[in-house]
């Protein structure tokens, strides 16, 4: 087994306003708290707190890197919120993620 | 006839939320190796009578184990079963969600069909009932974990 199971729920991590900012901002990069803290209109341990709990549903991962720890983006969590969609809607969604996976991007215009 | 596996417990949360966690949220607590690879980056149950139940490995191939054919949430589940086994084989799994109250429900595993298998049915039967064994700890485990931070506020 590749990876121990997340001990949050990746449902309440997304079920937050915050949570899903800091997720959109690692989706441009990997990012250390300060920078994260200061694209954000909330405390840094508030951005701590939320980080924790993101880290703990499995959609965050932090690495040390000298003395600052950066956090970046994790599929783990991503993977329960997919069986969940897979399973409600099926094949519907196995259709989507099919097309997501072989749409060549349009180049810009 | 071999004598089907049958468990029982209780789990402190609604029936709604113990069958909701078996089925939708499977995905989150279904156990990585415990699957016909070993390392399934996903698994999913899907709702409805035909429901495939399979696991997706990282490299997007996909290998079935299972079919609903009986939902009737939140009370009743039954699906054929055939982890590790040809379809040929499936056996029968039948989960019961008895509400006891609001936040108490008694939970009845049946696992039968055993039969089927002819000559492999005894040995297939008790590596089954070590596989519940070791997957059920991981159910109970979600339950209280998403119950737990169901209807709490997400941020503080």
């Known amino acids: 087994m590749a990876q121990a199971p997340a001990a949050g729920d990746p449902f309440e991590a997304l079920g937050d306003a915050n949570r899903r900012e800091i997720l959109r901002l690692l989706s441009g990069g990997d990012k250390p708290v300060r920078e994260i803290a200061d694209a954000m209109t909330i405390s840094r341990p508030a951005v701590s707190r939320h980080l924790r709990l993101l880290k703990d549903a499995g959609m965050v991962t932090e690495e040390a890197r000298g003395t600052r720890r950066i956090y970046h983006l994790q599929e783990q969590g991503l993977h329960a919120v997919q069986a969940y969609l897979e399973g409600i809607w099926g094949d519907a969604a196995a259709r989507f993620r099919l097309l997501a996976e072989n749409t060549d991007q349009e180049p810009d215009r | ?156």
């Open chain 2, 1 to 156: 006839m071999t004598a089907p596996l049958q468990m029982s417990f209780d789990v402190a949360c609604s029936a709604e939320h113990a069958f909701g966690v078996w089925t939708e949220r499977i995905g989150t607590w279904w156990p990585s190796d415990h699957t016909a690879t070993g390392q399934a980056e996903l698994v999913v149950l899907q709702s409805g009578i035909g429901g495939r139940i399979y696991e997706r490995t990282s490299d997007g191939v996909e290998h079935d184990w299972g079919e609903v054919t009986v939902w009737e949430p939140p009370t009743r589940l039954v699906y054929l079963w055939h982890l590790r086994r040809d379809r040929a084989d499936a056996t029968e799994v039948e989960i019961r969600f008895v509400a006891l109250d609001s936040t108490a429900t008694r939970i009845e595993i049946e696992h039968r069909g055993w039969e089927r298998l002819g000559n492999a049915a005894g040995e297939w039967r008790d590596r089954n009932r070590a596989g519940w064994q070791t997957l059920l700890p991981h159910y109970l485990a979600a339950i209280e974990k998403l119950a737990a931070t169901n209807g709490k506020e997400g941020s503080r």
